[in-house]
């Protein structure tokens, strides 16, 4: 434990980030060097990263009402202050870094971002969360999540286009409002993000009646299943689209295919939110063992800055990688290593300094949040 947190969930986040990373450097190094194998592989091993921060996410709230319901109305205000500053700040200073990558800034702040998603979930969610009970949650977000696929089948394929892409994605990769614009649908991440606060109250039940070790095991459980039932739903998708009962671009189709992430098909998260569940069990029994705790404590403080680290691997890959164009070169692992000790160095001085403490609508005021960090316990 950590403080009033537990460590392993910050610490999995931590490790999430380092996939973000994985996923953003094969993107931009091999990308940009025409390797598409090295560049698929390392973008295939990146999509843990997505499923891994909202179900963290939508956890930790359900976690936090379950374990003291009578403080959470303060807890829910401070997240829906935190969710505003990445609503404006936060996606102002993500679209500078992405200006250089898209060629005009103004085109960038059509992007929406993961933290634009995120920041409607938490803003949104933690309401959801003290009105209704872990099973109405658990429906609710199915019925969003099916609702968000409905509508990519029924909603006019020209009709208020960004709007489509912002809300419930696209089928494609391509251009969604002017070209190369990328968006992180709100619907569906949202969905798994409600969905996720009933799994954070089953943790916390859990927790408080078999410790770490229990709640551990229910994530191997969970996450374990999940990831089974999606590779079973993911062959049988398989099996119907080479036997021709089943359309290869169709609904059913991209709802099994553990690739589909704009926007998210149930495979898809079913697969790499029950290996980020896999992620949180290893974690939380590490932890428990006293095993590797300097890894432990480099990914806890990832975790606890993630989104400033999420501001700054931007700039590193779009304004210094996408323009310094890196030939492929043999040492590229050094390069890799080199971006995530930077990095490492940065969350460090951010989580030293407590600037977390910033990130608050309350600047404008010239006030800042409390400072978050806990020491370990």
């Given amino acids: 434990m950590t403080g009033n947190r537990i460590r392993s969930l910050d610490a999995t986040r931590g490790t999430a980030m380092l996939f973000v990373l994985i996923s ?59 969710g505003l500053f990445f609503l404006t700040f936060g996606h102002v200073v993500i679209s500078v870094a992405h200006a250089p990558k898209l060629g005009r800034f103004d085109w960038a702040l059509y ?100 410790g770490e070790v229990g709640a551990a095991w229910l994530m191997l459980h969970i996450g374990g299943a999940s990831v089974l039932l999606a590779i079973v739903c993911a062959k049988a998708g398989a099996v119907a689209r080479d036997a021709g009962v089943i359309a290869p671009d169709g609904l059913v189709a991209m709802l099994t295919s553990m690739d589909c992430k704009r926007p998210p098909g149930l495979v898809y998260l079913l697969f790499h939110g029950g290996a980020g569940l896999l992620l949180l069990a290893a974690t939380m029994t590490v932890d428990h063992l006293g095993r590797l705790d300097t890894w432990l404590r480099f990914t806890t403080r990832m975790g606890r800055t993630s989104f400033f680290l999420f501001v700054v691997q931007f700039f590193v890959f779009n304004a210094f990688f996408f323009r310094a164009r890196l030939p492929m070169s043999p040492v590229w692992p050094l390069y890799f290593a080199a971006t995530v000790v930077l990095l490492g160095l940065a969350s460090w001085w951010w989580d030293a300094g407590g600037y977390n403490r910033f990130m608050t609508m309350r600047i404008l005021r010239g006030q800042t949040a409390p400072d978050e960090r806990r020491r370990t316990t």
């Fill in 24 to 82: 953003h450097f094969g993107l931009t190094y091999f990308g940009r060097n025409g390797q598409e194998g090295l560049e698929g592989w390392f973008e295939r091993v990146g999509k843990v990263a997505s499923p891994t921060f909202m179900v963290l996410s939508g956890m930790m709230a359900g976690f936090l009402y379950a374990m003291r319901p009578e403080s959470f109305r303060a807890t829910r205000m401070r997240l829906a202050d935190r």
């Fill in 111 to 210: 992007e929406v971002f993961i933290t634009d998603t995120i920041a409607f979930s938490i803003i949104v969610g933690p309401f959801l969360v003290e009105a209704l009970r872990p099973r109405t949650r658990l429906a609710l977000g199915a019925a969003v999540f099916a609702a968000s696929w409905a509508a990519t089948e029924l909603w006019p394929v020209q009709w208020h286009l960004w709007w489509r892409a912002a809300l419930v994605g696209e089928f494609v990769t391509g251009p969604t409002y002017r070209t190369a614009i990328y968006t992180f649908p709100v619907l569906p991440w949202f969905a798994a993000y409600l969905a996720s606060t009933s799994l954070g109250a089953a943790f916390a039940a859990r927790l408080k009646r078999d």
